[in-house]
DNA sequence: GGCATAATATTGCATATGCAAGTAGATACT
DNA sequence: AGTATCTACTTGCATATGCAATATTATGCC
């Protein structure tokens, strides 16, 4: 019973998903709540950012690039297809799917959302602070397995 | 147009964001890989150590400890309940809802699952480094608003 | 007591997330 | 060419998440 108290308080107190997830809710919420007037959620704002840039890309070098599942992809990219703020390239190259570029819309979204974006960054530099920003990007760095491309 | 190629890099080499979603998905993936054989998600664990460690404790409560919204707790415990998990306590005290406990299974469940969970924590300990684990810690403790309880 | 306001919980809606299984196209090996 | 394997994507299922609106109870004020 001793010991039993001893692994449930580590875990109570010491979980670092735990406080990882309670971040990413705070996070999000900031993100979205600046991003909201543009009906635009920050998560889509993310995978807009990286087709944006780096488009045309595939879907699966999206997920290495993000972390996403596949099947999450497929999802998540459906709705911004729907509303136009990216398409698919006929390039005829892999059967296996197209790869995905902004449109116009999209791009001009973006830079419409860039000041909404810039406030919620500072909001959450202010919130974090310079080492959180600084610790949160290296450990990112750590676990994306960049495609080539 | 320089202006824009300005604003979209920021977007996708500064967001803070988009690092944390990543670092989230990736702890995400490590702890739910562990509890599998226990067919236990990693939220349901957190949730359920902290009903067994503070309850009886009020969904809103358990919110302000996690910055979990009231709806996404009544759904995620709803599962929790099912299982026998948890259990509401019958106090009269408040009609707006019951307070949660842990039940018998489970408290032998998260006593059961001891070990998994130790072992993901190592895993992200390790993948996060002494210096990560700390300021993911003190970053959620600036977040989190804790209830009196 | 009676009403206005606040607090707690739930429901409807939409999106986010990943696993398992299935589909279809690409590659390699013979 | 033919088959086995691999790769990219999709679908079914279950859970996770939050906002807006609603229901119900508490509380404060008169």
Redesign the pocket.
């Given at each position: 019973m001793k010991q039993d108290k001893h692994i449930i308080d580590q875990m109570g107190c010491e979980c670092l998903l735990s406080r990882t997830?309670i971040l990413?809710?705070v996070l999000?919420?900031i993100y979205?709540?600046e991003l909201?007037p543009f009906r635009l959620?920050?998560?889509?704002l993310n995978?807009l950012v990286v087709v944006a840039r780096i488009g045309p890309i595939?879907?699966?070098?999206i997920?290495k690039r993000l972390?996403?599942?596949?099947?999450?992809?497929?999802?998540?990219?459906r709705?911004m297809l729907t509303n136009g703020w990216i398409e698919e390239v006929a390039d005829g190259?892999?059967?296996?799917?197209?790869?995905l570029q902004a449109t116009v819309q999209g791009h001009d979204l973006v830079n419409q959302v860039g000041p909404a974006w810039r406030k919620a960054q500072d909001r959450v530099q202010k919130l974090v602070g310079k080492d959180g920003a600084t610790l949160l990007r290296k450990l990112a760095a750590n676990m994306i397995e960049l495609p080539s491309g």
């Open positions: 997830r990413n809710r999000t919420g979205d709540d909201r959620k920050a998560t889509q995978l595939r879907r699966i070098d997920g972390h996403l599942d596949p099947s999450t992809l497929t999802r998540n990219l709705v190259e892999d059967g296996r799917g197209l790869p």
